[in-house]
């Protein structure tokens, strides 16, 4: 790994701050993952034309896709990139489900300004161990811990689950208590992956879980709540995939309406990584589907760039009302 470094180095914060205003004013913060150079110029992108935080993920299969050392100047690069365009906006560098204390630490020494430590797939004591361990390294370090109560169904790079099981609403004090962490995230519905539901011809997504978030927040007011698996599986994406050679039959998500209302709530962080996949596929497939003597990447990942900007400003303006909060 190359030298340490902290946050602020490059030019990073940690998550408090935007939460604060996120619970205030209504609206979810957007968690947007990225696996490469395009997903992260097109992120920043969005973001800063929409005048909105945001927060970078890569899970650890991705900061090893990417390489830690290219990773650190990637970023320092979009920081730049927002500052050029004339938007100073709030960025945050956040490990989407980090599995050991040992990954977490390599991540807040190599400039991740918030980590996630997801034990829920552990018994309660022991993810209480494991997300208090972290949140002790995290927190002399001013670094912002996201711990997870609850199993999400679906597959997103290393994570996996064949079932969900919903947060139990009686262990969120006990647990927050415990591990000190600074948000928390829930299972009410939300799953991971472009298969989020199994559906019928014609049959509606089921509404997400709002009775457990209502007593979550009765019971920690005013507490950062995360969700997870929160993609909707943009039907015209899907469309042209399968329509261009894909695949992806009864792919399905959680309606943008249900997202609204959730970002109106406690729910402070919403996390987006398959719609971003699915938008660039969709354009990377029509290309070569119209054009299949193409062979230069900038001629197709050039316009799938431009999709995923598009996607990203719709989300935030639209869905999760951050645009305008920076």
């Known amino acids: 790994m190359a030298n340490p ?3 602020k180095d490059l030019g990073l914060v940690n998550t408090t701050d935007m939460f ?7 609206y979810a913060v957007p968690a947007y993952n990225f696996n490469n150079m395009e997903q992260l110029q097109a992120i920043v992108t ?3 034309e929409t005048r909105s935080p945001v927060i970078l993920q890569v899970s650890g299969s991705a900061r090893k896709y990417i390489h830690p050392t290219f990773l ?3 970023v320092m690069g979009a920081v730049e990139l927002t500052r050029e365009a004339g938007a100073d906006i709030p960025i945050a560098l956040h490990l989407d489900h980090g599995d050991s204390f040992e990954l977490a630490r390599s991540c807040i020494d190599s400039g991740f300004s918030s980590v996630m430590l997801d034990g829920s797939h552990h018994p309660f004591e022991d993810n209480v161990r494991l997300t208090r361990q972290v949140v002790e390294y995290a927190h002399s370090r001013d670094v912002s811990v996201e711990g ?10 290393r994570v996996s689950s ?4 919903y947060t139990k609403p009686e262990e969120v004090e006990d647990f927050v208590q415990k591990t000190g962490v600074d948000s928390l995230a829930i299972s009410i519905g939300t799953s991971h992956g472009a298969y989020k539901f199994r559906l019928k011809p014609g049959e509606q997504p089921p509404p997400l879980r709002f009775d ?3 007593q979550i927040e009765k019971r920690i007011p005013g507490f950062p709540i995360v969700l997870h698996g929160a993609s909707s599986v943009m039907p015209e994406y899907v469309e042209i995939i399968n329509r261009c050679g894909g695949r992806l039959e009864d792919a399905s998500g959680i309606p943008e309406e249900q997202l609204r209302k959730a970002a109106a709530s406690a729910v402070c962080k919403i996390n987006i990584d398959s719609d971003g996949r699915l938008a660039m596929t969709a ?4 290309i070569f589907a119209e054009s299949p003597a193409e062979f230069d990447p900038r001629k197709y990942l050039g316009p799938a760039r431009d999709e995923l900007v598009k996607m990203v400003k719709h989300k935030n303006e639209h869905v999760l009302g951050s645009a305008g909060r920076a």
Not at 20 to 26: D, H, P, T
Not at 148 to 157: F, K, Q, S, T, Y
Not at 162 to 165: N, P, R, T
Not at 283 to 286: A, Y
Request: charged share 25%; with cysteine; hydrophobic share 45%.
């Open 5 to 7: 470094c902290t946050y």
């Open 20 to 26: 604060r205003s996120a619970m205030l004013n209504g």
């Open 46 to 48: 969005a973001c800063a």
């Open 72 to 74: 650190r100047y990637m």
């Open 148 to 157: 997870e109560l609850g199993v999400l169904a679906g597959i997103e790079d």
């Open 162 to 165: 064949e079932v969900s099981h």
């Open 212 to 214: 457990i978030l209502d």
């Open 283 to 286: 354009i990377v497939r029509k």
